[in-house]
C-alpha cells in the first residue's frame, strides 16, 4: 500500500480547517469574546494567533511532514539517540495520542446530541423551547428548554443511540482512509458549512435591533481587559486550532512534499478564525435581542441546546428552518473535527503497533463506543457532581474535557516547544517549510516564539488552567 497523502493542497486545507472549527469556534468563540471585552478580545486572540498559534501551528505540521509520520512515530525518530533526559521527551508523542483518545468519546456524545437537536427541530412545534413555554415535572413547573435538554441527556438509551449513530458516520469515513474518506467527506462539508454559516449570519443581522447585540460583540470595552483575557484567548487558540493532540502532525505527514506548507497554515488560521468570528456574529445579536444580557451568560451546552432552541422559538415561524439549519451547521462542524481526532488515534496504532488501517479503526470504535457508554450513563445512573481544580462542578465528561484541554494540551504543547526548540532546533522546521524555496514568514518571531514565549506562555495557561488564578 502507497504511503496516504493528500491529493491536493486544498484538500489539505479544507481537511485541517475542518478540524480546526468545531464546537469551540460556535459555543465559546462568541461567548468569550463578550465576557472578556468584545473588541478587545478579539485583537488579543488575533495577536496571539498570528504569534503563538502560527508557531505551534507550522511547528507541528513539520513534525509530520519531515518525518512522514504520526506523534508516535515523529517524536520517536525526532527524540532517537539524544542523551537520557531529551530522549525522554520522547513520550511526547505518546501523550499526544492519549489526548485524542479521551476525547475522541465525548466529541462523539456531544455530536449525538446535535444529531438530536437536527431531529428535534424538524418534529417538534419551535413553540415548545419557548422561553415562557413551562413543562410540568414531578409536581413543579420548569423552563421548557432546559427540561427538554436534561430529560434527553438523562434518559437511558437515547443518548446512547445518538451518539453511536454520530460515531458510526465518523468511523465509516476513517475506515475510507486519508484521500478517499476525509479528503473528499471534508472537500464537500466544508463549504457547505460556510455557506450555511454565512447564510445565517446574514439572517441574523437583519434582526430588528442587531446592531445593538453587534455593537455589544465588537465594540472594545477596555474595563473588561485583564490577565485572564490573555489566558483565555490562548486557552481558546490552542482547542481551536487542535494544536497539541496529535492531529497537525498526523495530517502534516499526509501532506505532499512538493506543496506549500507556509501558506496552507496561513490559510487554515484564516478559515478557524473567519468561522469563530462568524459564529459570533450568528449568536450575539440574536441571543441579544430575543434574550438580552442575561442569555448573554450561557455558553457550551447551555448556550446550545438551552438558550439558543429558545432564540429560534423567538423567531416564529422560522423558527424550526432556522434551527434546523443552525444545528446541521454544527453538525458539519463536529464531524470534521471528530474525523480529525480519529483519525490521530487510528494512525498512531498503525504507527505504533504496525496494524492495518481496518484493524486499527475496528479498535478504536470499540474503545470510543465503551467510552461514550460510560459518558451518556454519566447523565443516568453513574451520575456525581465532582469539583474541579477551577471550581466548576462536573461530570465524566466535563472531568475528560478538563483533563485533555486544561492539563494535557498545555503540557503536550510544552513537550513540542522542548522538541523544535532545544532538541532538534528551529532551523531544522526552517528548512523543511523552505526546502522548495517557499519564503519563511515572521521566521525570527517564530524562533523567540518557539524557543521562549511559547513554553512561558502555556507554563502560565497550566497555572491558569488548575484555578491560580481564580
Ligand atoms: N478545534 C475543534 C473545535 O474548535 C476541537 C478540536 C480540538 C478538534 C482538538 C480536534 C482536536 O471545536
Given at each position: 500500500?502507497?504511503?496516504n ?5 486544498i ?9 480546526a ?18 473588541g ?5 486572540y ?8 502560527y ?107 445518538y ?9 465509516a ?7 478517499k474518506?476525509?479528503?473528499r467527506?471534508n ?25 445593538e ?11 473588561q481587559?485583564?490577565?485572564m483575557?490573555?489566558?483565555a ?21 499526509y501532506?505532499?512534499?512538493d ?9 487554515i488560521?484564516f ?28 455558553s ?15 423567531m ?33 496504532l ?10 486499527a ?18 447523565y443516568n445512573?453513574l451520575?456525581?457532581?465532582a ?12 472531568i475528560?474535557?478538563?483533563?485533555s484541554?486544561n ?5 503536550l504543547a ?21 526546502k ?6 515572521r ?7 518557539i ?8 507554563f502560565?495557561l ?9
Open positions: 500500500m502507497g504511503k497523502c493528500f491529493s491536493s493542497r484538500g489539505y486545507v479544507l481537511a485541517a480547517a475542518g478540524s472549527v468545531g464546537l469551540g469556534n460556535i459555543w465559546r468563540f462568541p461567548y468569550l469574546t463578550a465576557k472578556y471585552g468584545g478587545i478580545f478579539l485583537l488579543t488575533l495577536i496571539l494567533i498570528l504569534t503563538f498559534g508557531s505551534l501551528l507550522i511547528a507541528e505540521n513539520c513534525l509530520g511532514r519531515m518525518t512522514g509520520k504520526g506523534p508516535i512515530g515523529a517524536f520517536r525518530d525526532l527524540c532517537a539517540g539524544k542523551d537520557s533526559f531529551l530522549g525522554k521527551v520522547s513520550i511526547g508523542g505518546w501523550l499526544n495520542s492519549i489526548a485524542p483518545v479521551i476525547i475522541v468519546p465525548y466529541y462523539c456524545v456531544i455530536g449525538g446530541w446535535v444529531i438530536k437537536y437536527c431531529v428535534a427541530m424538524l418534529t417538534t412545534p419551535i413553540s415548545q423551547f419557548h422561553k415562557d413555554a413551562t413543562i410540568m415535572v414531578d409536581g413543579v413547573l420548569k423552563d421548557a428548554s432546559t427540561t427538554y435538554f436534561t430529560q434527553f441527556i438523562t434518559s437511558t438509551w437515547e443518548p446512547i443511540l451518539f453511536l449513530l454520530f460515531a458510526a458516520i465518523l468511523i469515513v476513517v475506515a475510507m482512509g486519508v484521500e474518506g476525509i479528503e467527506f472537500k464537500i462539508l466544508m463549504p457547505l458549512l460556510v455557506v450555511m454559516c454565512v447564510g445565517i449570519c446574514i439572517y441574523c443581522c437583519f434582526l430588528p435591533n442587531a446592531g447585540g453587534l455593537r455589544y460583540y465588537l465594540l472594545p470595552d477596555k474595563s481587559f485583564s490577565y483575557t490573555v489566558v484567548a490562548m486557552g481558546q487558540l490552542f482547542f481551536s486550532l487542535s494544536i497539541a493532540m496529535g492531529i497537525m502532525v498526523t495530517y502534516g505527514s501532506f505532499r512534499d506543496h506549500n506548507l507556509m501558506k496552507s497554515v496561513n490559510q488560521e478559515f478557524d478564525t473567519l468561522v469563530a468570528f462568524l459564529a459570533g456574529v450568528m449568536i450575539i445579536p440574536a441571543v441579544f435581542v430575543f434574550l438580552g444580557e442575561e442569555g448573554m451568560r450561557s457550551g451546552p447551555g448556550l446550545m441546546f438551552e438558550a439558543l432552541p429558545r432564540v429560534f422559538a423567538e416564529g415561524s422560522i423558527g424550526n428552518a432556522v434551527g434546523c439549519m443552525f444545528f446541521v451547521m454544527v453538525l458539519l462542524a463536529a464531524l470534521t473535527s471528530a474525523m480529525s481526532l480519529m483519525e490521530a488515534v487510528v494512525a498512531s498503525i504507527d505504533a503497533f504496525g496494524w492495518t488501517r481496518s484493524r479503526t475496528v479498535f478504536e470504535a470499540a474503545v470510543a463506543a465503551a467510552m461514550g457508554a460510560v459518558i451518556c450513563f454519566g445512573f451520575y456525581f457532581e469539583v474541579l481544580p477551577n471550581g466548576s462542578k462536573a461530570q465524566i465528561l466535563d475528560l474535557d478538563y483533563l484541554n492539563i494535557l494540551m498545555p503540557l510544552i513537550g513540542t516547544c522542548i522538541l523544535i526548540g532545544w532538541i532538534i532546533k528551529p532551523k531544522t522546521v526552517i528548512d523543511e517549510v523552505t522548495n524555496g517557499e519564503r519563511f514568514g521566521r525570527g518571531l517564530y524562533v523567540v516564539m524557543r521562549f514565549i511559547a513554553p512561558v506562555l502555556l502560565v497550566l497555572r491558569g488552567s488548575v484555578g491560580v488564578f481564580k
